[in-house]
């Protein structure tokens, strides 16, 4: 795995979840700019994806096995849409809060990335 790309992957995903946690307090619901940045960091992901399969394409193994890297870089790419849809639901303060706790949770799962390949 590339270091750089899961800290900037990290990084995007906790501010993100700063901003929407941050709309959360002030009791706004997501708008169209939280939608922007929630694309920017779904496209981070994906190309986290897509470096990670062509790696293992190359013959680089995890150290944890490449069935639950494989299970983790899906889950980390779905995270912040599936937050975003639950965002449009809800079209209140908990929807940017929704949006924040999917923050976390993409940066929680970017450091188990990192530890499943064996950072």
Same mark, same amino acid.
């Not at 708008?31 to 790696?55: E, P």
């Not at 706790?101 to 993409?106: D, K, R, S, T, Y």
């Given at each position: 795995?590339?270091?750089?790309?899961?800290?900037?992957?990290?990084?995007?995903? %906790?501010?993100? +979840?700063a901003?929407?946690?941050?709309?959360?307090?002030?009791?706004?619901?997501?708008?169209?700019?939280?939608? #922007?940045?929630m694309?920017?960091?779904?496209v %981070? +992901? %994906?190309? =986290?994806?897509?470096? *990670?399969?062509?790696?293992? !394409?190359?013959?680089?193994?995890?150290? =944890?096995?490449? !069935? #639950?890297f494989? !299970?983790?870089? #899906?889950? @980390? %790419?779905?995270?912040?849409? !599936?937050?975003?849809?639950? @965002?449009?639901?809800?079209?209140?303060?908990? *929807?940017?809060?929704?949006?924040?706790? *999917? *923050?976390?949770?993409?940066?929680?799962?970017?450091?188990?990335?990192?530890?499943?390949?064996?950072?």
């Amino acid at each position: 795995m590339l270091d750089a790309l899961t800290a900037v992957v990290t990084a995007a995903a %906790l501010a993100l +979840a700063a901003w929407c946690g941050y709309a959360a307090l002030r009791d706004q619901p997501t708008k169209d700019w939280h939608f #922007i940045g929630m694309a920017v960091v779904t496209v %981070l +992901a %994906l190309a =986290q994806l897509v470096v *990670g399969v062509v790696q293992l !394409a190359r013959g680089e193994k995890p150290e =944890q096995g490449a !069935a #639950i890297f494989v !299970a983790y870089l #899906i889950g @980390s %790419l779905c995270t912040v849409p !599936a937050a975003a849809f639950l @965002s449009l639901a809800e079209r209140s303060r908990w *929807g940017s809060a929704t949006v924040a706790a *999917g *923050g976390v949770v993409l940066a929680v799962l970017e450091v188990r990335l990192f530890d499943i390949w064996g950072g």
